[in-house]
């Protein structure tokens, strides 16, 4: 298996014919979304898409103006996915999408390089890698990484980037005794013809059937980010290869700029800023809980001190004010919960909302049981709202409080006639 994209990995267009076209579905993912799409499996007669394979991802491009959505591998073949049909034995250009194949290119070199310098200098062995959309890693059969091996390591693949080694791929016959010195991780079990070795020169030999930088001077720059700890006692090496560090510097400038006009500090301080601010806004919350509490119960022996009180009691509280100071849901019912508990309510009828003012909100309605039961399902109706009762409280959720001032009114009757009937 060879494919011209093997053989010149730098080659961005290409002019072959069409072997053949069969209708076929492709099922992706489109931002999370599962999708079938309809459309062709095109066969050429060669081709510079690369099929997925050795961890690298496929290759996107073209043929004709039509757009390659997927390429994979079928015993010695490339199979394209296209969207519309292409004429068999036509003559067509393969173009390749070369900022994601040259990207995939420095990874994949980038990865050699790591994997052989791991090993050489530290005994670590790769037991898999993963070229991902943002970062790649390199799974390493150790424990653990010293931040110091980190960085020695960094410092001796760059070494090699600098010193500009050449990167060349031989074909080996199956049966050569040299590809029992080349580090693999086995063919593929529908594997043809020759043997491919990718060596750089002096560094490593390593059958590998992807797309390589010739010179690993291509590779720029590596960047070792650190690493993780990986499945079973393995360590995952999380790198960046060439452009990448470029665009991974752009968009931590540009953070780093944000962060610096959004806390008034220089880049040095900015940890210690975030930490100094979310002490804060956690002391804040605690305090203004407790004020909330105190004026709750300052609100219940506000009304009993007053001589002039009746057996009725109406509190309406906006919940832009409520709560911002409790920051979440319960504290709305804590806060009517409260004063219903200060306030004595086996002569006094209380009623409380919290929410917009005619929007939704949170009610509770709370006096002798009797009463309760009584009027509960009635408040629910002219809230539109959902909730239960027992024991003298009857509580839930309004889906208007536009009908406050008809509840209220509703109430403050059946108090008067309950006052003047016990008179
Ligand atoms: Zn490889």
Not at 317 to 325: Q, T
Request: proline share 3%; aromatic share 6%.
């Amino acid at each position: 298996m060879a494919f011209q994209c093997q053989r010149d990995c730098y080659m961005r267009e290409f002019v072959t014919s069409v072997v053949s076209c069969c209708p076929a579905e492709l099922k992706h993912e489109v931002n999370g979304k599962k999708e079938t799409l309809k459309g062709f499996n095109v066969k050429l007669q060669d081709t510079i898409l690369f099929p997925e394979g050795g961890g690298q991802p496929d290759d996107h491009g073209l043929i004709g103006d039509v757009a390659v959505l997927r390429v994979t591998r079928q015993g010695p073949d490339a199979v394209h996915f296209v969207g519309s049909a292409l004429e068999v034995g036509q003559e067509v250009q393969v173009r390749v999408d070369w900022e994601r194949r040259f990207d995939h290119m420095q990874q994949h070199s980038g990865q050699h390089l790591i994997t052989a310098l791991a090993d050489t200098m530290f005994g670590y062995k790769t037991t898999s890698w993963e070229l991902g959309r943002q970062r790649s890693s390199i799974e390493l059969d150790t424990a653990s990484m010293k931040p110091a091996q980190l960085k020695e390591l960094e410092e001796a693949v760059n070494e090699k980037i600098r010193a500009h080694v050449p990167v060349t791929v031989q074909l080996l016959s199956i049966d050569d005794p040299a590809v029992e010195k080349v580090r693999s991780r086995g063919l593929p079990d529908d594997h043809a013809g020759p043997i491919r070795i990718i060596d750089i020169d002096g560094v490593d030999a390593n059958m590998c059937c992807g797309t390589h930088v010739s010179n690993l001077s291509h590779l720029q720059v590596i960047k070792l980010l650190g690493t993780e700890k990986g499945k079973k006692n393995k360590t995952n090496l999380i790198f960046l290869a060439g452009n990448r560090v470029l665009k991974y510097a752009e968009k931590s400038y540009s953070t780093e700029r944000s962060l610096v006009s959004l806390l008034k500090t220089g880049p040095d301080e900015h940890v210690e800023a975030v930490d100094k601010l979310q002490k804060s806004a956690k002391l804040l919350q605690k305090t203004n809980l407790s004020l909330l509490r105190d004026m709750a119960v300052l609100i219940a022996q506000n009304f009993k001190n007053d001589p002039e009180r009746g057996n009725f009691f109406s509190l309406h509280n906006n919940r832009s004010v409520v709560s911002l100071l409790f920051d979440r849901k319960e504290g709305d019912n804590e806060f009517m919960n409260i004063i219903a508990n200060e306030i004595n309510t086996e002569e006094t009828l209380v009623f409380l909302t919290v929410g917009e003012e005619k929007g939704p909100g949170l009610f509770l309605l709370a006096g002798p049981g009797g009463a309760v039961s009584e009027l509960g399902p009635r408040v629910l109706e002219l809230l539109q709202g959902k909730g239960a009762g027992k024991n003298g409280r009857f509580q839930g959720k309004a889906n208007s409080l536009a009908g406050r001032g008809e509840v209220e009114a509703l109430l403050r009757e059946h108090s008067q006639r309950r006052s003047s009937g016990e008179e």
